[in-house]
Structure formats: C-alpha cells, structure tokens
C-alpha cells in the first residue's frame, strides 16, 4: 500500500496557481494527460497503469477544487469497482477546506442527496461483492432518509502521497484519503486511500 499521508493547512484565498492551470511543456506530461484522459473515458485500466498516470499528473491545489464536482470509477479489477455506481453516486461537493461533502447521490428522478459516511459499509465492500447486487440499490434509495445528512463529513488538506504535496479529501470519520491529480482545467484523478486495503481505488471528478 503506499506510503501515508502527512497533513498540512493551506490559504483557499492565496492558492492560485492550478485554477489558472500550468502550461504543459514537453511530450511527458502531454502523454500523460492524454493517458488519464483515455483511462477516464474508458473508464477502465490496470492497476499498474493507473499508478503510472497518477505518479505522471501534476499536483492540485486546495482552490481548485472548490464547487461540485461529478464522479466516475475507473475500473481496475479493484474490489470496490462498480459499488458506488451501483448505487447512484453523483459525485463530491467542496465548500471550503474544513467543509466538504464527501458522497453525493441521485435519486431515481435526479434529485441530490448526501450522504453521512459513516453509516456506509466501507470496510464490507472490499470483501462482500453482494453489496453491488441490484436489490442493494433499491433499499438504499428507500431507506436513504437513514443515512442522509445536511452536515458536511469530511475536509480538504493538503498531503503527500507518492513523492506529492496535493489536495486531498479527508473523512471525519472514517480512515480514509482521497489524493486528487489534475487532468486538466475540469478534471482530477482520484486515489482512494483507505487503511486496511491492499490496492488503491481509482476515480475521476469532472467539475459540474
């Protein structure tokens, strides 16, 4: 698993460098970008391959990732692969670095609804594959009002992962990170860092 994170505040009003977006210079980072961009499209890739883009993206600053932003997974035989599709995840909702909504979903009509992290089954998905199963979709949206909140679960810090200083989504109460790279101008790469998981979980954000 890779190496853990060390937190560290930075200023939303002084970080500005990636809202403007770096000028790409030389076929590195070009190829680089290009890759993510084909990965998140297609939506699948290897482990091997996405740890190689994600090593290759510049890191994203706290501002930049201010607003809603739409999720998809980025299948790499993961065990997690296709579980918040399953359930209508919309995406993640960032307010400021100390307030963050962390689980955005959709009803069946479209309409947004968050979610309180803590009551998910996090540490089940890695192991009980029954949790994608099409029945599980239909109580969660029945019993949603149970595990829905107003209150934001989660904050934003920067942390470093893999020779990176970047933004990174923090749970309140869960033992989990979300180190985000940028694509581009409305595109991260995500890497799920939970405690306890072997791999990490690959996720795009495209701002909404």
């Known amino acids: 698993m ?3 994170t060390q937190s560290r505040r930075s200023n939303p009003k002084t970080n500005t460098r990636a809202r403007n977006g770096a000028t790409r210079k030389g076929p590195g980072k070009s190829t680089s970008v290009q890759r993510a961009l084909e990965m998140i499209e297609s939506g ?5 391959d996405a740890l190689e883009v994600f090593d290759a993206l510049p890191a994203v600053e706290l ?13 790499t035989d993961h065990p997690m692969d296709g579980l918040l599709e399953n359930y209508r995840w919309y995406g993640k909702e960032f ?9 955005l979903f959709q009803t069946g009509g479209g309409r947004l609804f968050k979610v309180n992290p803590a009551l998910m089954p996090m540490g089940l998905a890695l192991t009980q594959q029954w949790l994608k199963k099409p ?12 595990i829905s909140t107003k209150k934001t679960t989660a904050r934003l810090r ?10 990174t989504m923090c749970y309140d109460a869960l033992a989990i990170h979300d180190v985000f790279r940028k694509v ?17 979980f690959f996720f795009a954000l495209r701002r909404a």
């Not at 969660?140 to 009002?145: A, G, S, Y």
């Open 44 to 48: 699948r890739a290897t482990q091997q």
């Open 158 to 167: 920067i942390t470093r992962l893999r020779g990176k200083d970047s933004a």
């Open 63 to 75: 501002d930049f990732m201010w607003g809603q932003w739409k999720g998809s997974g980025v299948n």
């Open 2 to 4: 890779a190496s853990s």
């Open 95 to 103: 307010i400021d670095e100390d307030h963050v909504h962390p689980l």
């Open 135 to 146: 029945f599980m979709r239909f109580l969660f949206q029945t019993f949603r009002f149970l």
């Open 184 to 200: 581009d101008n409305d595109t991260v790469l995500g890497y799920m860092d939970f405690k306890g998981m072997d791999l990490p």
